[in-house]
């Protein structure tokens, strides 16, 4: 292999991997992937990017990208196994980093393995330690030696992620290796990742992502040692872009720097809006939250009534609110009571709001008034919705007198003033009623912003822009009447957020900060009482992906102000950056690799959300900001399906296939959703010019996402190259050249199983990667001809479609994916016999040998399930659990599901042979279930042998798991072969 010595002398090495396939192209460790994967997930705010704003959804995982890039450059090789593991070491997920990984002391360790303890610690003192007897590497060495017992996704639990280590920490001792297999002279990924790209492009890799949104993907590659080009339509994602790189990748010293004139900024902040006397009382205790509610006028008693859905404030702390009626004035006082008994507890989680209804002491009424009614909801003859609540104007900040919705504080919770004197970290808090003081209070708040909102709104310290209606943005002008985005701020966010904007008008790293504290200080921020270990807290607006209105919401005081200026520090070292804002079809600059994460589908709605910060950010921004433009320019967005998301897909991956070295390459990363999406996005890389090449299925979904959603998801990386030349076939030819190379593409994964198997004792495929690369290998032919039957793809693929026509575009990538399908043998199966099951069969018996190989996760089976093409399988299923879902067996089934219009089908040959193998279970006589089964099966001497397989085949893969079932079948086996006919 060539030898790269000189970077200086880049020019004159050899392009070596010029024609090389990459890595990625034919091999990828998904399942360590995917394990680490959601590790980070796992870290929420631990992640190294996501405090600059957590508002952002759908994060790309950085070590997503780092897998990426690093296998985008690396060579597949004749030894694809010593690459793989050259790959792991690199990424830091072979076993032998587990050692440095390890984050406890001696203590853990030897809880956590106590058959290996003695190897690496001291017990002859009183507390556990290191042996000091062996080196750092030794130690190591033994403690990896641990962790190989375990599967790989359980070792994360113990260990820290691979960013949490430096680089030296990670890799030292793996250069030697890494270099003599790739023929490099690096001592750091940068170095490697440079020396890489200047074997296979000639230079650095230049790397880009056009639809960056937080700026994820392109801050990995960068940190890896790419020359990085970023873009993306909105402001706000451009924002996160720079800061990303601007404030988390700045150098130790720059971000020290920063960090210090950032800290002395929010202090002034929090300065002001402590001078200004609106929240502290008396005594000098400072409010640390302050709640209010909804109020209106019940019809049927006359009385305000504060609406809330329970009227607990702090469960630990068993914190409620209470009602007493003021009967001379038509309204509540509302006692705040702490230490309350568990009944009283229990009770007031009753608020006044229940399933849209509102129910409250004077009302003595069960069924309630709805809210609809107080709000005068009404419809028009074509059925469009109106009600009767005053439209918000742009002088408005809260309700007018008369307007139907009121707006009440009801509880402050303070901080004693004592100990915040004091410094104590964790100072005494409890919750009150307001005082008439408090009232007061609220009047200055009110009266501070009344005077002068117009004149902030013109300088750009607050919001004056109206509020369009959408998807998401006509939820709260429905619900509230508001029509100006500074609606959704009370006067004391309002306060707050004009100060912290005022001082970020001169400094940008200060602009996430207001993003920050907009998030968190809105009338869509909300109370939640069990929050914070139980005693309460408060949640911010982008907790999820809408603008939901509240009953009650939360003001965070100005004292958490300081908060919003921490972020981690990632430094990058050498990298070029471009950050640009436009369109993604925008692109001028030849790029070697992009990856990319576009929009799609029922995805968030960027644009429309982030017109929440748009509104705060647009006036006034400082320099770099001052060059984009501040507007979601919604118009301009890619989002939904149909013909038009497809027409501007095609524009913006034509764009960048143009925009592409030839010998470059692509990934593109998206959620799984249905095979319509994955089809649609077939199609649209093959009218953008480019070619599929391999499909990876990385499952990227955490634990708690999956116990919300109960459904799984993972995301697909779909790696293309450039379509090179033109290529004219016709269909019957084609079907062929499909068939031989999903063939042979499963047939080399499976072989590389086996090596792998051997070698490690560990596959590296699963099922699903078998599944998408015998999809892409259909693709991979598919996509490279540019006309079928002399139809031009590139055109056809843009052609609008009637409803519910199916193109030759559909029909050959369904065929491409059946193709698949049918290779999909499971281990123990004929292939002959495989291509007779129908889909339901198919589906149960390739999940049985599935399950075999250990607990298998939900998403397995959605996507077999879809694969098959079984609508509703439900009736197999004995358990739908995420990570441990489960088919019934044989005896679960019983007698279940035979019938017509059962997944199964009527004569289903599986179906009967999992009925015989239930009777004799439940020891019936093998003559008459043989009887039966001759009876039921139609032509059954020509299906006798099929059946015999199938039978076998059950019982080899739940010997382990149901030895009854397993023995059972072996019965029936025997029985069938020995009956005499
Ligand atoms: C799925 S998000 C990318 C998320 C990103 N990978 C991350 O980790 O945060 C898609 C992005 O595409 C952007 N976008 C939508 N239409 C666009 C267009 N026509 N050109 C460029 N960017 C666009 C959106 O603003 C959004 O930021």
Redesign the pocket.
């Known amino acids: 292999m060539m030898t790269v010595t000189a970077l200086e002398n880049a020019e004159i090495v050899p392009f070596s991997l010029k024609d090389a396939p990459s890595l990625i192209e034919k091999a990828w460790p998904t399942a360590k992937i995917s394990a680490e994967t959601q590790k980070e997930r796992k870290a929420v705010h631990g992640q190294t990017l996501t405090g600059l704003g957590s508002y ?1 959804k ?3 995982p950085l070590i997503l990208t780092r897998a990426c890039v690093l296998a985008a450059l690396m060579p597949a090789t004749e030894d694809l196994e010593r690459d793989v593991e050259i790959f792991e070491k690199l990424m830091g997920m072979a076993d032998e980093t587990f050692g440095r990984r390890f984050i406890d002391g001696p203590a853990a360790f030897n809880r956590l393995f106590p058959d290996h303890a003695n190897q690496v610690i001291d017990y002859s003192g009183r507390a556990l330690r290191w042996r000091g007897d062996l080196s750092d590497q030794e130690r190591q060495r033994r403690i990896t030696k641990a962790f190989m017992d375990l599967p790989y996704a359980e070792r994360l639990d113990k260990v820290r992620r691979p960013e949490e280590l430096t680089e030296q920490e990670l890799l030292s001792g793996v250069w030697d290796e890494v270099n003599d297999h790739l023929g490099t002279c690096a001592k750091s990924v940068p170095e490697l990742v440079e020396q890489l790209g200047v074997m296979r492009f000639g230079r650095r890799p230049k790397f880009a ?9 392109p801050f990995e590659a960068a940190r890896m040692g790419c020359d990085v080009y970023a ?4 402001p706000i ?1 451009c924002m ?1 872009t720079w800061s990303s790189f601007n404030i988390v990748g700045a150098s130790r010293s720059e971000r020290a720097r920063m960090d210090r004139e950032r800290d002395a900024v929010l202090a002034e902040v929090e300065g002001e809006i402590a001078a200004l006397g609106v929240e502290h009382d008396e005594s000098g205790n400072r409010a640390k939250v302050y709640l209010y509610c909804i109020e209106a006028k019940c019809p049927r008693t006359g009385f305000m009534v504060p609406l809330v859905s329970s009227w607990v404030i702090s469960k630990k702390r068993r914190v409620i609110g209470e009602l007493i009626p003021d009967h001379v004035n038509k309204r509540y006082e509302i006692l705040i009571r702490s230490h309350v008994d568990e009944d009283e507890l229990a009770a007031a989680n009753l608020g006044t709001v229940r399933s849209g209804r509102i129910f409250h002491p004077v009302l003595e009424d069960e069924i309630g008034v709805s809210i609809k009614e107080m709000r005068g909801d009404f419809s028009d003859e074509a059925g469009k919705n109106y009600n009767l609540l005053r439209r918000w104007t742009k002088e408005d900040f809260c309700p007018r007198g008369g307007d139907i919705f009121q707006e009440r504080l009801y509880a402050i919770q303070w901080i004693n003033g004592g100990d915040i004197k004091k410094g104590k970290s964790n100072p005494s808090t409890w919750f009150a009623a307001p005082t008439a003081q408090d009232d007061d209070r609220e009047n200055l708040v009110k009266d501070i912003v009344g005077k002068n909102l117009a004149a902030w709104q013109a300088a750009g310290f607050a919001p004056d822009m109206e509020i369009e209606k959408g998807y998401n943005t006509s939820q709260p002008m429905r619900e509230r009447g508001w029509t100006h985005w500074h609606h959704m701020f009370s006067p004391r966010d309002l306060l707050l957020i004009h100060i912290l904007k005022k001082h970020a008008i001169l400094h940008p790293d200060l602009y996430p900060a207001v993003c920050i504290a907009a998030n968190n200080h809105s009338r869509l921020a909300r109370w939640t009482f069990s929050q914070s270990g139980g005693d309460g807290g408060t949640k911010a607006v982008f907790s999820n992906q809408a603008l939901n209105t509240l009953l009650n919401f939360a003001h965070r005081g100005g004292y958490g102000v300081r908060e919003y200026g921490v972020f981690s520090s990632a430094p990058i070292s050498r990298a070029s950056v471009v950050i640009k804002q ?5 692109i001028e600059e030849e790029q070697d690799i992009f990856v ?5 589908a029922d ?2 709605n ?2 429309e959300i ?1 017109e929440f910060f748009i509104a705060w950010l647009r006036k006034n921004p400082p320099p770099p900001f001052d060059e984009w433009f501040w507007d979601s320019r919604r118009s ?4 939904g399906e149909g013909q038009s998301f497809k027409a ?1 897909m095609i524009d ?1 991956y034509g764009a960048m296939a143009e925009h592409m070295s030839d010998n470059g390459l692509q990934i593109v ?1 998206f959620t799984h959703q249905d095979a319509k999406t994955w089809s649609d996005m077939a199609q649209i890389f093959w009218g953008s010019g480019l070619q599929v090449v391999q499909d990876w299925y990385v499952s990227t979904e955490t634990m708690t996402e999956l116990k919300k959603g109960g459904y799984v998801q993972g995301t697909h990386m779909i790696v293309l190259r450039k379509r090179r030349d033109e290529q004219s076939g016709y269909q019957d030819e084609i079907v062929h050249e499909i068939r031989d190379e999903v063939e042979r593409q499963i047939k080399e994964m499976i072989g590389l199983n086996d090596q792998m198997d051997a070698a490690r004792g560990e596959n590296i495929f699963n099922d699903a990667d078998l599944q998408m690369a015998g999809y892409a290998a259909a693709l991979r032919i598919l996509t490279a001809y540019t006309k079928i039957d002399g139809i031009d793809m590139t055109r056809e693929a843009l052609r609008p479609r009637k409803k519910g026509e199916k193109t030759l575009v559909d029909e050959l990538t369904e065929f491409a994916v059946q193709t698949a399908n049918e290779f999909l043998v499971p281990d123990g199966l004929d292939r002959a016999l495989w291509l007779e099951l129908n889909g339901a069969e198919r589906f149960y018996l390739k999940m049985t040998d599935i399950e075999e190989a250990g607990e298998a996760k939900l998403d397995q089976f959605q996507n077999f399930a879809k694969a098959f093409r079984v609508g509703d399988y439900d009736d197999m299923m004995a358990s739908k659990s995420p990570n441990n879902a489960r088919l019934k067996t044989a005896i679960k089934l019983g007698k279940t599901s035979m019938a017509e219009g059962s997944p199964f089908g009527r004569d289903s040959i599986v179906r009967l042979a999992l009925r015989g193998v239930w009777r004799i279970a439940k020891e019936d006589e093998v003559d008459d279930v043989l009887e039966e089964l001759r009876e039921m099966i139609p032509d059954y001497l020509r299906k006798r042998d099929t059946l015999r397989q199938i039978i076998a085949y059950v019982a080899a893969k739940r010997e382990h798991t149901e030895p009854d079932e397993a023995s059972a079948a072996r019965i029936l086996g025997t029985a069938i072969q020995t009956e005499r006919i």
Do not use: E, M
């Open positions: 952002w759908g994060r790309k992502d056009t639809f960056s949104g937080s700026g994820q993907i873009s993306d339509l909105n994602a996160l436009g369109v993604a079809q925008g990319t994460d576009p929009p799609y995805a968030v960027y644009d982030t301009l967005a890619i989002k501007s913006a990363q």
